[in-house]
Structures are given as structure tokens and as C-alpha cells.
T-cell receptor
Framework: EAGVAQSPRYKIIEKRQSVAFWCNPISGHATLYWYQQILGQGPKLLIQ????????DSQLPKDRFSAERLKGVDSTLKIQPAKLEDSAVYLCASSLGYEISYEQYFGPGTRLTVT | GDSVTQMEGPVTLSEEAFLTINCTYTATGYPSLFWYVQYPGEGLQLLLKATKADDKGSNKGFEATYRKETTSFHLEKGSVQVSDSAVYFC?????????????FGKGTHLIIQP
């Protein structure tokens, strides 16, 4: 089966510009996650969707970051305006649900460089 | 809040050496524990997991035991190969599969030399 798809794979922007990332989860997966992985650190959960509803966005910097998951399938993560400290790899993951035994599957990530 | 601490890298070993990567956690409840691996150019993959105290997770020759008394989940392998070179992440979650969101350590870069 196809894995989690993300695009673009790489993006370079200047500070104060806006950027959007796209994620297509594994077919049939109800739960979708966005993580931020800064160089030298582990991934940090930004937001979790169950179908098209938000389950957890407690670590999302809502003044500049937004995410949506229309129709409960694809998702976009937007940053507006970007800051230098937003340079990171943005990972999308999906799972069948958020019940006890379901596993998360990760996409390849989008590497963002803010100059 | 919950956190995971793992040994700093890079860790450089010769092929067939014994591997230990230390991982300790701080949690308010009783989490499940995971090791994820990221091979060069690839996405994060689940390596193994343990959902309760004294459970041992194992896969591909790697194993880790959930030690509640020492709040640890150290990763071990008896004989490493060059193909094991990757970044290893220890993580915790309050669901058995991690589907409620994972808290990761910083990662340990493992380099295996022929």
C-alpha cells in the first residue's frame, strides 16, 4: 500500500513570507498528525486531527501556524509569516485511529529553510 | 510534562560490536514506550515497542525492556551491521500504538564502520 505522501520535499523562503505544506495520508487512516523536527531534536507534535476535527493543537503556535484537513483526507499546514526559528523538517503521519494499538506511519517530511 | 532523554551521539562502533543506546523517561502516568529508526533519506519507522512494565520489545535483532523501576527503555543489539547506521529515537505515548501522539527524545545518530 502507498505510504504517507508529502510535498514539497524542500522549500526555501525568506523570513516574513508565507509557506504551505501538503500531506496525503494512507488511504483509510482517520487520524493525521503534523510534527516539527528542528535539527538536532526529536519531532514535536504540532497538531492531531481525527477525521476533519482537531484532537490536540496545544503545541501549535497559533499566531502564525494554521492547519486544516478538509473532507477528512488531505491536510495542509501553513506558516504566515515565517520566522528564522521555523527552519525545520515538517513531518506528517497517519494512523487508522487513535485507539490503543494503532501505529503511526510517517511521511518523508518537508525540509523548510527560512533565510 | 512528559519527557524522554537519550544518550548523545554520534555513537560510532565497528561491525559486529555490541550496541546499547540509553533511554530514560519522565511521565505522569504509565506510558507505552517505543524505538523509532530513521535511515538516511527515509521517513521514521517503528522499530519496536513495549506497552507495560517488564515487557520486552524486539525486532531485527534489536530489543529493549520496559523497566518501570528505573524508568528506562534501553535499546540493545548483540552484533551490529553497517546497515544499522541510522538515527534512533526513543518515544513515549499513552496509547499502545502511539496513535494519541508521541513524545520523542532528541535522537542518537549511530554510525557502524566496516
Amino acid at each position: 500500500e502507498a505510504g504517507v505522501a508529502q510535498s514539497p520535499r524542500y522549500k526555501i523562503i525568506e523570513k516574513r513570507q508565507s509557506v504551505a505544506f501538503w500531506c496525503n495520508p494512507i488511504s483509510g487512516h482517520a487520524t493525521l498528525y503534523w510534527y516539527q523536527q528542528i535539527l538536532g531534536q526529536g519531532p514535536k507534535l504540532l497538531i492531531q486531527f481525527q477525521n476533519n476535527g482537531v484532537v490536540d493543537d496545544s503545541q501549535l503556535p497559533k499566531d502564525r501556524f494554521s492547519a486544516e484537513r478538509l473532507k477528512g483526507v488531505d491536510s495542509t499546514l501553513k506558516i504566515q509569516p515565517a520566522k528564522l526559528e521555523d527552519s525545520a523538517v515538517y513531518l506528517c503521519a497517519s494512523s487508522l485511529g487513535y485507539e490503543i494499538s494503532y501505529e503511526q506511519y510517517f511521511g518523508p517530511g518537508t525540509r523548510l529553510t527560512v533565510t | 510534562g512528559d519527557s524522554v532523554t537519550q544518550m548523545e551521539g554520534p555513537v560510532t562502533l565497528s561491525e559486529e560490536a555490541f550496541l546499547t543506546i540509553n533511554c530514560t523517561y519522565t511521565a505522569t502516568g504509565y506510558p507505552s514506550l517505543f524505538w523509532y529508526v530513521q535511515y538516511p533519506g527515509e521517513g521514521l519507522q517503528l522499530l519496536l515497542k513495549a506497552t507495560k512494565a517488564d515487557d520486552k520489545g524486539s525486532n531485527k535483532g534489536f530489543e529493549a525492556t520496559y523497566r518501570k523501576e528505573t524508568t528506562s527503555f534501553h535499546l540493545e543489539k548483540g552484533s551490529v551491521q553497517v546497515s544499522d547506521s541510522a538515527v534512533y529515537f526513543c518515544a513515549l505515548s499513552y496509547s499502545g500504538g502511539g496513535a494519541d501522539g508521541l513524545t520523542f527524545g532528541k535522537g542518537t545518530h549511530l554510525i557502524i564502520q566496516p
